[in-house]
């Protein structure tokens, strides 16, 4: 099982940017594909940014295509999220997750099944 924790959330504004991280122990890094999920009350967990294993291969919503760039350190064990541009909708606790390579495509949120307890952005207009 993957252990995931995230960091780097916080306050700011609109139009600001911040920089999402996740470290990930317990398990070979590059057997598995990472992804950051958003979630705001009341609504499901999306995924927002997906990396393959390899890191070849990226995947992002409408929704944030353009202003977010994921990014993986398979020799650090590491993901980020580089969020620009913020907007007021972006506020949402964040979840880093995993999935295995073996699994369903990489852009599948079926196929993560490990999670990180999420960290909190929050944009003010």
């Known amino acids: 099982q993957v252990q995931l924790e995230e960091s780097g959330g916080g306050l700011v504004q609109a139009g600001d940017s911040l920089r999402l991280s996740c470290a990930a122990s317990?398990?070979?890094?590059?057997?598995?594909?990472m992804g950051w999920f958003r979630q705001t009350p009341g609504k499901e967990r999306d995924l927002i940014a997906a990396?393959?294993?390899?890191?070849?291969?990226?995947y992002y919503a409408d929704s944030v295509k353009g202003r977010f760039i994921i990014s993986r350190d398979n020799a650090k064990n590491t993901v980020s999220l580089q969020m620009n541009n913020l907007k007021p909708e972006d506020t949402a606790v964040y979840y880093c997750?995993?999935?295995?390579?073996?699994?369903?495509?990489?852009?599948?949120?079926?196929?993560?099944?490990?999670w990180g307890r999420g960290t909190q952005v929050t944009v003010s207009s």
């Open positions: 997750a995993a999935a295995y390579y073996g699994g369903p495509y990489f852009a599948n949120p079926r196929g993560y099944r490990d």
């Open positions: 317990g398990v070979t890094f590059t057997y598995y594909h």
């Open positions: 990396i393959a294993f390899s890191g070849g291969d990226t």
